[in-house]
């Protein structure tokens, strides 16, 4: 049996869960995004079966430890539909994008490779395509953006700017100029 996101565990098994998690993103942290699940279970001091109990392989690891990025994501798409200055709400929302990937390369992960197992993941991604689909209908008809921008273009373009972001040692001065690069280029 395999343990989705949204199942409440015992606490024991909450805790192993945990040390699994925090076992994979010392992984991370350290640049190893491989996450191979044997050494997840010894840096977790776990059997390998365990780890497998909880995550069936190294994608569903990574939609546990993308979930909370995720959400905060979709709570800022949901944010950039809201603001009466649809251009503002848009610069936010990619700026948001960008920032949760760099902090959290789980997160981007999933985003760079948008098909997902886990039915949170799932129904967060359907939320984060609604809220970015009312944003870009919005900055359409303002004006703001080309008639042809999809959400799909945005999100490749944001998983891109974070690539090229990664690739140096750039500052936050260069991350707003990539963002501003970007913007000019969806303007009509």
Do not use: W
């Not at 995004?33 to 977790?44: F, R, S």
């Not at 990025?69 to 800022?76: H, I, K, M, T």
């Not at 919005?138 to 090229?164: E, F, K, N, S, W």
């Amino acid at each position: 049996m395999v343990y989705p996101l949204n199942v409440t565990l015992r606490a024991d098994s909450a805790r192993v869960r945990e040390r699994m998690l925090a076992a994979a993103r010392a992984r991370i942290a350290a640049g190893d995004l491989e996450l191979p699940l044997n050494a997840i279970a010894k840096d977790a001091g776990v059997g390998v079966g365990t780890v497998y109990r909880h995550f069936a392989d190294r994608q569903a690891l990574l939609e546990s430890l993308a979930s909370d990025g995720f959400r905060e994501l979709v709570a800022a798409a949901a944010a950039a539909a809201d603001n009466p200055d649809i251009a503002d709400g848009l610069r936010n929302l990619l700026r948001a994008g960008l920032n949760h990937q760099l902090a959290d390369p789980a997160l981007a992960a999933i985003l760079s490779a948008p098909e997902s197992q886990d039915a949170e993941i799932l129904a967060l991604a359907r939320e984060l395509l609604t809220l970015s689909e009312r944003v870009l209908d919005r900055a359409r008809a303002a004006g703001v953006i080309r008639p042809d921008i999809v959400p799909d273009d945005v999100r490749r373009l944001t998983c891109g700017l974070q690539h090229a972001i990664r690739s140096g040692d750039d500052d936050d001065a260069a991350i707003d100029r990539y963002l501003d690069i970007l913007l000019r280029g969806l303007r009509p």
